[in-house]
């Protein structure tokens, strides 16, 4: 019986003109494009220098401002007015002005993130300039930083692993609540109501062919990190399976529930893009859960996507085995079987 349900989702999803596309071309746009776009790396900063000393140190420092990859350097201005007239009129984005000795930076902060970012890049190299002055060598050769796990510094590798979840969740969530919701619609639901199919046979046959689906296109997305980025899993790709299967079982759950109290599919959408919203933005994807107010940061411990995503940079950066990574697994199976018996038991089935 089971076997037979599963072919007819099958057969439902292949005669969609629509699904069969976005299921191929989903993780191709994803690992081809949002790298890209989602980097919070800030760079291209408009600075505007204002030097009135002219010695040597000082024009030094204005050429360790021209050179670096971070700034796009808007010349040399005659005053301090002057260049405050260019940040006012979005010209420029951070001053730097050297004036008897010393060093002033004034930044635009209105976008407070390329504000700050680009006073601290500024003051870095302030800084490197004075040791350089000073002849601290001795000083700087004593120090040194060493980089763990992602040795480049490359934001795409901080963000390949956390796309898994988005995959995962517009396969796992939304398809399987749109599903049901659309037969409820049509009326063929009411066909699968008078048959003797148990509530858990019809919700298990709803939920794993979004299930091998989903496995399908985390495969499809970390053959395409490697050829497209050069970026492969460090840990056993066992536990990246692993970790997908288990928000998969969460998101596809998650999906019915909605679907089950849900009588339009626009009602579906909304609700389930409301709680999707949520489920990412206080997760971790883009900031550190640190950052985060401490009443907000209580809810961390219930997001499913904070568990995963935790989990698969472990996994995928930093190599762990299932010992780094066991209090999270537990929780993702928590979760999920804890939502899939809601799932069973909230859908109305009239024999």
Known sequence: MLKHLIIKEFLQIRRNSFLPRLIVMFPIMIMCI????????????????????????????????????????????????????????????????????????????VNGTKGAMGSAYLSQIVMNSKTSEQSLSSLASASSVLTL?????????????????????????FLPALNIVSEKE??????M???????????????????LIALFVISVCLLLS?????????????????????????????GLIISNYSETLRQAIFVMWFFVVCLLLLSGLFTPVRSMPDWSYLTTYVNPMHYFIDAIRTVFLRGGGISSIAHQVLALALIGLTMSVWAVQSYKKNN
């Open 34 to 109: 949002m790298p890209w776009v989602m980097n919070q790396e800030v760079k291209n900063i408009r600075v505007v220098v204002v030097d009135t000393d002219h010695t040597p140190s000082s024009q030094r420092l204005v050429h360790q401002v021209e050179a670096s990859r971070y700034f796009i350097f808007q010349g040399q201005a005659p005053s301090y007015r002057e260049a405050m007239r260019q940040i006012e009129h979005s010209q420029a984005d951070v001053i730097l002005e050297v004036h008897d000795g010393q060093v002033l930076i004034a930044a635009n902060a």
């Open 149 to 173: 796990y992602n040795k480049e510094q490359s934001y795409k590798r901080f963000m390949i692993p956390a796309l898994l979840a988005i995959v995962v969740m517009l396969m796992c969530g």
């Open 186 to 191: 049509s009326g063929t639901i009411e066909q």
């Open 193 to 211: 109501n008078v048959t003797p199919v148990s509530k858990f046979s019809f919700i298990l046959a709803k939920l794993i062919p979004y299930w």
């Open 226 to 254: 490697w050829l497209i980025y050069g970026i492969t899993c460090q840990g056993p790709l066992l536990l990246v399976y692993l970790l997908a299967m288990l928000l998969a079982l969460f998101f596809s759950s998650f």
